[in-house]
C-alpha cells in the first residue's frame, strides 16, 4: 500500500512523533511505501529521511496518490485531503483536550480512531461523531527494544522523572523532595530538562521507580521499572497488576492523574513499591500491549477502509457545521488562556512554542 501519515510537528521524540516513527519504520519494513507530511520538521524527521521514508513540510512535494491517510491531528490531515480528495482517511486521536487534536468532518474521513477511551469520549461526546465511525486502537510498546531487565530490584534506590514536560521549576521538585524524604536519589530526563533521549530503552532499566504517563509510563513498565502515574497535569497510583486493564483503557494517562502533586501522597506511593507487582506489570505489557497486535489491527483497517470508500461509502455525518471550531474554542478555554492571560496568548501565537511544550497529550 501507498500510505500517506501526517502529524503536526515531527520536532522532538514526543508521544506522537515517536509513534509515526515506530510505525512508518514497521510499514515500510513490510514492503508498504510511505510518505509522511509534516510541517514543523526536526530531529524525529531526519531519522526518518535516513531511513528512507520521504518526510516533508510541504503538500506540493509529495511524491506519491496515497491509497489510505493516516491522519493526526486538524491542518495537517486537511491539508492533505485538500491535496488528495479521493483518497479514504483515518483519523487518529490522541489526546482529549488538544486544540490541535480537534477531529475534522469531511466525507472522506471514514473511520475514527482513538487510542483510549478518555479520547473516544471527545468524538462521540464533545465532536457528535457517530460511535458507528468510531473505534479504540490501544497505545502500544516496542517490547523488541524495551526489554525487561534481568534483575528487579528488591528495594527501591533510584527514581526517575521521565517527561517532556517536567522541570525544576514545577511538579519536579515536589517528587524530589519525596524521594529524598525516603532515601531514593532523583534525576529527570526530558525536553524541559534539555536532555530529551533518542533511545530511553537504554536509560530506564537503570532505575526503580519512574515518574510517568502515557507511552512513557508503559515504556518504562516493560523494562521492570515500578510506575507512578504523574504528571503536570496530576498525580495518579502506582500501577499495580490488579488495575492493569482500568489504567490501558485510559492509555495511563489524564484520566488516571486525578489527585494533587503533594509529597506525603507521593511518599505514600512510593511506599507501595513491590518487586513481585513490578514483574506482573512488566509481564502485562509484553503480553499485551506489544507493538505487534496494534500494528496487525492498524493494517486490517487500512484494508477495510479502502474497500469501503470503493464500495461508494462516505462519512455523511454534517453535524453542526461550525462544530470543529466550537470544540476547539472549548478546548483552548479549558488550557487555560483567561486564567494565564497575556502570557499564554504570547505562546499561542507560536504554536510550536506553546502546544509542543506546554501542553500535554495523552499519549
Known amino acids: 500500500m501507498n500510505i500517506l501519515i501526517t502529524n503536526i510537528w515531527l520536532l522532538n521524540f514526543g508521544g506522537t512523533e515517536v509513534y509515526v516513527r515506530d510505525l512508518a519504520k514497521a510499514l515500510l519494513s513490510l514492503g508498504h511505501q510511505i510518505e509522511i507530511y509534516s510541517p514543523h520538521l526536526g530531529i524525529v524527521s531526519r531519522e526518518l529521511t535516513e531511513s528512507g521514508i520521504h518526510v516533508t513540510d510541504s503538500v506540493d512535494q509529495l511524491l506519491l496518490i496515497p491509497e489510505i491517510i493516516h491522519g493526526h491531528h486538524t491542518k495537517p490531515t486537511l491539508d492533505v485531503i485538500n491535496k488528495f480528495p479521493s483518497v479514504p482517511v483515518i483519523y487518529f486521536l490522541h489526546d482529549r483536550l488538544h486544540p490541535e487534536d480537534t477531529p475534522p468532518v469531511h466525507q472522506n474521513i471514514i473511520q475514527y480512531v482513538a487510542v483510549d477511551y478518555n479520547c473516544l469520549d471527545r468524538l462521540i461526546h464533545d465532536a ?58 532523583v534525576r529527570g530526563i526530558g525536553n524541559e530538562f534539555g536532555n530529551g533521549i533518542r533511545f530511553p530503552e537504554h536509560i530506564l532499566i537503570e532505575y526503580d521507580i519512574v515518574f510517568a504517563k502515557a507511552k512513557a509510563a508503559m515504556e518504562a513498565l516493560a523494562t521492570g521499572a515500578a510506575v507512578i502515574l504523574c504528571d503536570f497535569r496530576g498525580l495518579g497510583e502506582m500501577v499495580v497488576p490488579e488495575k492493569f486493564d482500568y489504567y490501558r483503557q485510559f492509555n495511563f494517562g489524564m484520566k488516571t492523574l486525578v489527585r494533587p502533586i503533594k509529597k506525603k501522597l507521593i511518599i505514600e506511593e512510593i511506599k507501595k513499591y513491590d518487586p513481585k507487582k513490578v514483574f506482573q506489570s512488566a509481564d502485562l505489557v509484553h503480553q499485551h500491549a506489544h507493538f505487534g497486535l496494534s500494528l496487525d489491527k492498524i493494517i486490517q483497517l487500512y484494508i477495510t477502509t479502502i474497500q469501503k470508500y470503493k464500495e461508494g461509502i462516505r462519512n455523511e455525518y ?23 492571560g497575556s502570557k499564554l496568548n504570547k505562546l499561542l501565537g507560536n504554536p510550536i512554542a506553546s502546544f509542543r511544550r506546554k501542553i500535554s497529550r495523552t499519549i
Not at 170 to 179: L, S, V
Not at 318 to 339: L, P, V, Y
Request: hydrophobic share 30%.
Open 128 to 185: 457528535q461523531i457517530p460511535p458507528d465511525q468510531c473505534t479504540v486502537i490501544y497505545n502500544w510498546v516496542d517490547t523488541s527494544r524495551f526489554k525487561l531487565r534481568n534483575h528487579i530490584a528488591d528495594k527501591p534506590v533510584k527514581a526517575l522523572v521521565f517527561s517532556n514536560y517536567a522541570n525544576k521549576r514545577n511538579h519536579y521538585n515536589t517528587i524530589k523532595a519525596a524521594c529524598d524524604e525516603t532515601g531514593i536519589t
Open 318 to 340: 454534517q453535524g453542526r457545521i461550525d462544530h470543529t471550531e466550537k470544540e476547539k474554542a472549548r478546548n483552548i478555554k479549558s488550557f487555560g488562556i483567561k486564567k494565564f
